[in-house]
């Protein structure tokens, strides 16, 4: 199937792409055509193209409904910058932005239109959206309409009713929606009515996985970071306390670092989101209200200090990382106290029974998945519903999985959970289990168990991780209205009474520094003008307030460093460069590339990287050959450039076309030879 017509000549001129990634052109098909549509893609996938290119074929204004201001505001930027006519309603607008967005709306220019979900709610909005000439709605996040979702939005529920009110089609998108959460968009969003549905792979091959048991956090945190110095990074904390502390100790180490959290005034993480978009190498350790507005493609690695509340939440978060393509990383940090916060959540919420069940059973597949004994890929994407071969590209491809039956290790904790009546957490546990004397065993006569002193073959560390994977396992689980006390679930009963056996991982914990070395961007012969181009960059983007990646992402600026374009012809062929950015950036890489740029007439520069460029080439060497006639003593002749120009583009091989293009003293001279070029190139 291919992509309607004029779907083609914008993907390269506006957005500067030769083709399209795997799994857009059905999509922007299908929302260009008018369908309601449904798309789960992975983040990085190009979501935004979907909606934003069919908005520049389709008549009238697309309404752009998106949940955060930074992420509006960047998505507006960049449209600007590839000579789109887009803007954002936004609280944080200034009153020229507002006007300019009226203006662009009264004259009928205006393509795609912002909104926070949360105007909706003004009848004034409603009345202003019949009153544009909506033609379609597309919906950014669309997982924010899940009531126990972790992003839940109120105001997305207003979206069906916005939906019907116009009676426009509707496009949602979003990287993170397992079956039950796509059910709940369709019933929200399109009234129960199926739209058409695009499941695109979850997989994000660039981004390397990795989970650690914590052995001195902070440490390890230190140490992935410092073998990624320079690097743009996120790090993932479950506490403010700890995003400040943290982002403390990676200063003191030398790293440019801040922190971010929703304890902050707004101007202060107006000012954190902002340096992270505009300064490379930056650090932001952050709850996980970060990153979610932010579209910085060139995050190269995201940490979690601390477990993430669930699979869904752990695949968006890492998903900041690697978005423009180019290899990225990823380390979670997890342990006993994690797995009991995350139970004891769940537990003292507000959700009745059968969420709260379906809440433990997310946490168990991030569990099953951080536990993992094989390929980590393979297991996340079976969470999704995707099967898939070991990938090779995770820690535990890079170093298998050290196994062994560790039925015995717990059934012996199993039972020192039972004979305790199940009300100790892992520590008394643990010295039970050892023969530890203290007050506490002895002032409970635990001394005198049948299974105190049993587990002497392991040490206090080595009885932690059993018990950390029996809880990864869901063999048991803290009670809360025992302290965290842990209870047996009806998993482990199996293999208490020898019916079942299971496989623990040993626990060799692999701390940061044990991980390859981080792989260059390019070759150490590149790397000087790669620095060069981002030095180049960054004065332009500061120039004009905006992000880095708005000039040229890293990835487009790799290429360019690899490739080492010569002219504009070239230039116009590397990803990410469209017409606009090309006139409006080219001279100044080439001359960063090259030293110099030569001179080229306005006529061709608008022909660089198309066909017609080279046949412009042809007729001016022909021209030139025959300036004085084929004996070279008549009087000089020639075209104009913008003639040539007209000529190239119209590949006319009929002659008297062609003499009446040139007119009849400049046919005589020139059009047999040119007829010659244009029919060679035909």
Partial sequence: MTALPGASPLLRDVFGFDAFRPGQEEIVDAVTAGENVLAIMPTGGGKSLCFQLPALIREGVTVVISPLIALMRDQVRGLQEAGVSA??????????????????????????????????????????????????????????????????????????????????????????????????????????????????????????????????????????????????????????????????????????????????????????????????????VATVAFGMGIDKPDIRWVAHADLPK?????????????????????????????????????DEGLAPPERRAADHGRLNSLLGLAEALHCRRKNLLGYFGEQAEACGHCDLCDNPAEVFDGTTAVRKALSAILRTEEWFGAGHLIDILTGTETDKIRARRHDQLSVYGCGGEYDKRQWQAVFRQMMGHDLVRPNPERHGALQMTAAALPVLKGEAQIS??????????????????????????????????????????????????????????ETRPTDLDAMAHISGVGAKKLERYGDTFLEVINGAVEEVHPARRKLAGRSAGTLYDGLLEIQSQLARGEDGTEKPLSCSASLLAKVAQIRSTDEAGLTRLLGEKRAERFAAAFLNVLRAEG
């Fill in 87 to 284: 803007g954002a309603l936004t609280s944080g607008n200034t009153l020229e932005e507002t006007e300019a967005v009226w203006e662009a709306l009264e004259a009928g220019r205006l393509k795609l239109l912002y909104m926070a979900p949360e105007r909706l709610a003004s009848g004034a909005a409603m009345g202003m959206l019949r009153r544009i000439g909506v033609s379609m709605i597309a919906v950014d996040e669309a997982h924010c309409v899940s009531q126990w979702g972790h992003d839940f939005r109120p105001d997305y529920l207003r979206i069906g009713e916005l939906r019907q009110a116009l009676d426009v089609p509707l496009a949602a998108f979003t990287a993170t929606a397992d079956a039950e959460t796509r059910d709940e968009i369709v019933q929200k969003l399109f009234d129960g009515q199926p739209p058409r549905t695009f499941l695109r792979g979850f997989d994000r091959p660039n981004i390397h996985l990795a989970f650690a048991a914590k052995d001195g956090p902070r440490r390890q945190i230190l140490g992935f970071a410092a073998a990624r110095k320079g690097q743009s990074g996120i790090v993932y904390c479950g506490t403010r306390a700890k995003t400040e502390a943290l982002a403390k100790a990676l200063r003191d180490e030398g790293h440019v670092a801040c922190h971010y959290h929703g304890g902050m005034q707004a101007e202060d993480r107006r000012i954190v989101e902002t340096r992270f978009a505009r300064e490379d190498g930056l650090i932001v």
């Fill in 310 to 346: 669930s699979i869904e939440s752990y695949y968006q978060e890492i998903g900041r990382a690697g978005r423009d393509g180019a290899p990225a990383e990823t380390m979670t940090l997890f342990g006993s106290d994690d797995i009991r916060l995350r139970r004891s959540q769940i």
């Fill in 504 to 561: 623990l991982r040993k626990d060799t914990i692999k701390t940061a520094s044990r991980r390859p070395a981080v792989k260059a961007l390019v070759n150490e012969e590149d790397a000087p003008l790669l620095s060069a181009m981002k030095a180049k960059r960054r004065a332009l983007a500061e120039a004009q307030n905006v992000p880095a990646y708005v000039i040229f992402p890293d990835r487009t600026l790799i290429e360019m460093a």
